[in-house]
């Protein structure tokens, strides 16, 4: 398994404003995802961060709405940019600790954003 | 194209007494299964995962749920609700898509344990 931690746990905004949140695992992973869960919803893939490559976005978002950076291989930031009350949501970070053997992911604790 | 539904959004049962989460799949090709559960105010937790092994897996807190490929099921089951059982369920399936394995989420089934 990996342990992850996000920055910050939870936060206010004011709509028009931008957030970056980070997110920091306990060791090195080729695969990191950022996922969406809106207020009582199920997760949402917003997009895949492999280091030394250019994000790749799921449908429904774009990078400069949400760009991303995945400087090295045990770390990665999300931001969220010109916000709206509809961006309130809980963000989560993942990481695939080992695809070759399985593909289950491991989440950081989630950072819940408030836009007001 | 894989999908997951949880045929039901909330599910409530006394302490002490069985419990059943249900969970369909459709997958062109064998799929990998997994359920993570949510607690209020914190990350998912993976409970258990099927990779094509054994069909009957078991998982952490006592859970445990059956691959059925011929019903393509993979219903959650734990014998004795414990309160702190009570949160949110959510069955996955994998998904291989623009190069990588990702993950697809179904809805959610919200368990309550009362007393």
């Known amino acids: 398994s990996a342990v992850i931690s996000q920055k910050p746990s939870r936060d206010i905004c004011q709509r028009g404003t931008s957030l970056t949140i980070q997110c920091q695992v306990d060791?090195?992973?080729?695969?990191m995802f950022w996922y969406r869960q809106q207020p009582g919803q199920s997760l949402t893939l917003i997009a895949t961060?492999?280091?030394?490559?250019?994000?790749?976005?799921e449908s429904g978002f774009v990078i400069d709405k949400f760009p991303i950076s995945r400087p090295n291989l045990t770390f990665s930031t999300l931001t969220v940019s010109n916000m709206s009350p509809e961006d309130s949501s809980i963000y989560l970070c993942s990481v695939v600790a080992n695809p070759i053997s399985s593909y289950e992911q491991y989440f950081g604790p989630g950072t819940r954003l408030t836009v007001t | 194209a894989q999908s997951v539904t949880q045929l039901d959004s909330h599910v409530s049962v006394s302490e002490g007494t069985p419990v059943l989460l249900r969970c369909n799949y459709s997958s062109s090709y064998s799929p990998s299964l997994f359920w993570y559960v949510q607690h209020p105010n914190k990350g998912l937790q993976l409970l258990l995962k099927y990779t094509s092994a054994a069909t009957l897996v078991k998982g952490i807190n006592g859970f445990e749920a059956e691959f059925k490929k011929s019903e393509t099921s993979f219903h959650l089951t734990k014998p004795s609700a414990h309160m702190s059982d009570a949160a949110e369920y959510f069955c996955?399936?994998?998904?291989?898509?623009?190069?990588?394995?990702?993950?697809?989420f179904g809805a959610g089934t919200r368990l309550a344990v009362h007393p």
């Open positions: 996955v399936v994998t998904t291989f898509s623009g190069g990588y394995n990702k993950l697809i």
């Open positions: 961060a492999n280091q030394g490559s250019e994000a790749t976005y």
């Open positions: 060791s090195q992973v080729t695969m």
